[in-house]
């Protein structure tokens, strides 16, 4: 097994976003950093690549079955996002 480093992805806010990531990361958090939404992975550089679906859900919205990955603010508090890992894209 390789080395692991984290890796940052800007992300938008929406229903579903599906990030290109090395197969087996391990997400870590979503926050806010400099105005941008931003998802932290520990990940095996050396991995094939595979596409994650992710999932942002804004408070009071229904939610699908899913990892919680966090909760993060935006607009000094007005937006409150939650985030959940729906896993690879095509799987479950």
């Known amino acids: 097994m390789s080395e692991r480093t984290i890796w940052k992805y800007p992300i938008r806010i929406d229903d579903e976003v599906v990030i290109s ?25 050396s991995a094939r690549l595979e596409r994650r679906r992710i999932a942002i859900y804004g408070t009071g919205n229904p939610v699908r079955a899913a990892c919680y990955i966090s909760t993060f603010q935006t ?5 409150v996002w939650h ?3 729906l896993g690879e894209e095509g799987g479950q």
């Open 83 to 85: 985030a959940f890992d």
């Open 21 to 45: 990531m090395p197969s087996g990361a391990a997400i870590l958090t979503v926050q806010v950093q400099n105005d941008e939404v931003c998802l932290w992975a520990s990940v095996d550089p």
């Open 75 to 79: 607009h000094g508090g007005a937006g």
